[in-house]
């Protein structure tokens, strides 16, 4: 594996999994390029928006309770830190536990890029602690500590001497990498490296690494029928919670993107097996998830007897819905994991998907295996479907959604979908990462698209009387026409 535990920063997905931010071209040849190791990155020479892995990293931290995060950097850099408290304290209240996580920036300025600013850092550290109390310090990099060479590592040694918690440095620098999903290894890193201790003894538990936990209910019932009890993580847990990870029977995530470094950790450093199939999202891959994890914790006869239980339940419930959802047409864009595997779900229910736009593409996995979903999709899916990389890239998806027009277009990112309305396309915002989970989920992802595409008054009163920037021209183009013809 790629995993180096021994340092203190993570590598970037570039240098780790080979991935890119701009492709376009199909699902055959983006595979092919992938395993004979030819697949290149492709600059774009006009960029619309993207997003900072210091953010992915810095706001999964966050969302672990009583810890207190700084981010070494400018003020604006820490902008998003109160929509990221009030957001986790929604989610902490929702379960009904108490949620102080503090999330500061060191403000840094002129002078500090000029003559450096650790004895700064320092105070404010020890400040924290004296302040607050938290159970864990983490101290995250920023573009400019990173660009100016803030030797933020020496200072967290230092303290770490001189305060009762663990102190864990975060090297999230926004310029290493043009994925913004390398924060979440970034923050898995800290994670292993300062916070996990070595197992004590097994536990009848399974780690589960989602976003938000909204179908942690469900889950913990799904779990029962196997007399097992899932542990989800980061929202709402604990230092101490963390720090016995490797205690856990198997690791799983509800998504590939986000548990891959923290899974194959634990399966490299303590044994802890990480199921690597693909997401449990729709039927084809609840069904594979479960089986999976009923071979790895030998209850394979509880997996087949629930699984034959709930088929027997929903599958005639869904086949309904099939009826009236074949023939419709559907783009996507969304974050690498979910853009490829909500496709597999939508095929399932017999929608035709005619593009598929990710944010970015990982040539491989941490256990340097092609991601399972695409295996999947290349030995399932005769067809060839239609591909982009586009790191979220509006004007791109805009004229994909003109050319094709689509009867829905679905993403994991409500700044696209706003625009995909704005041009007269219904659009469906997937921000629950749970909307396609299991049979339930995917009876009702089913339900949900058909609200969303029969009543269309909205997306057309708004269309007509909005004058979007992109002119006739832009639409003409194809939607690669600002990625560079030669890769770097």
Known sequence: MSINLTVTAAGTRET?????????GDLHDLINQSKCGTLQEKERCFSQSSSCDAGCALNQLASIIDVAVINHAPSGCTAGASTTIVHHTQL????????????????????????????????????????????????????????????????????????????????????????????????DHAVLTGIVKPPQQKKNVINFKNFNESARKEIIQIFANFGVEPFFFYANSTVEELSHLPEALATVSICGTLGTYLGNGLEQEYGVPYVKTINPLGIAGFEIWLREIGRVIHKQEEAEAYIERERAFYLPKIE??????????????????????????????????????????????????????LDYLLKENPGNLKVSVSDQQNFEILNILNTYKPDIYLARHPGTTVWAIKQGTAALFLGDEYKTFGYR??????????DTIRNRSFEKNLAARITLPYSD??????????LKAEAK
């Not at 780790?16 to 376009?24: A, D, N, P």
């Open 320 to 373: 309904e819905v099939k009826k009236e959802l074949k023939g419709l047409r559907a783009v996507l864009g969304m974050g690498a994991s979910f853009a490829f595997q909500v496709s597999r779900v939508l095929q399932e229910l017999g929608i035709e998907v005619v593009w598929v736009a990710s944010w970015h593409y990982d040539t491989k996995y941490d256990d340097n295996e092609l991601p399972p979903y």
């Open 92 to 187: 902490a209240a929702k379960r009904g536990v108490e949620y102080n996580t503090v999330f500061l920036g060191t403000d840094m300025d002129e002078a500090d890029t000029i003559f450096g600013a650790t004895e700064g850092l320092r105070e404010i550290i020890i400040e924290t602690y004296n302040r607050y109390k938290p159970k864990a310090i983490f101290v995250g990099t920023s573009c400019v500590s990173g660009i100016i060479g803030e030797d933020v590592d020496s200072v967290v040694a230092e303290l770490s001497s001189e305060l009762p918690i663990p102190l864990v440095p975060v090297h999230c620098e926004g310029f290493k990498s043009r994925v913004w999903a390398s924060g979440f290894d970034a923050a």
């Open 16 to 24: 780790r999994l080979g991935s890119i931010t701009g492709y376009s």
């Open 473 to 482: 021209w832009w639409y003409q183009q194809d939607n690669a026409t600002f």
């Open 441 to 450: 989920g995917t009876l009702d992802f089913a339900n949900t698209i058909l």
